[in-house]
């Protein structure tokens, strides 16, 4: 493994740990909502939570930078 990629993967490492913990609300509902579907997904099953997910997860992301 290259130093770059060792960099890389422990930034991502750190940032995704931050996202988890300042997100945990969020992710729980992003889980239990794709959970509850059977028989199969589709494009907007759980739009709602993801977008709440993906903006707390923006600002987690700023915030740890």
């Known amino acids: 493994m290259s130093t770059k990629t060792t960099t890389t993967t422990k930034r991502m490492s ?3 740990g931050h996202m988890m913990t300042t997100c945990p609300m969020d992710v ?3 889980g239990a909502c794709v ?3 059977e028989g199969g ?3 907007d099953a759980c ?3 993801f977008a709440k ?3 707390c997860f923006e ?3 700023k ?3």
């Open 28 to 30: 729980q509902a992003y």
């Open 41 to 43: 997904m589709n494009r």
């Open 47 to 49: 739009a709602k939570e």
């Open 59 to 61: 600002h987690a992301v």
């Open 14 to 16: 750190k940032v995704f």
């Open 53 to 55: 997910l993906k903006v």
């Open 35 to 37: 959970a509850k579907i």
């Open 63 to 65: 915030a740890s930078k």
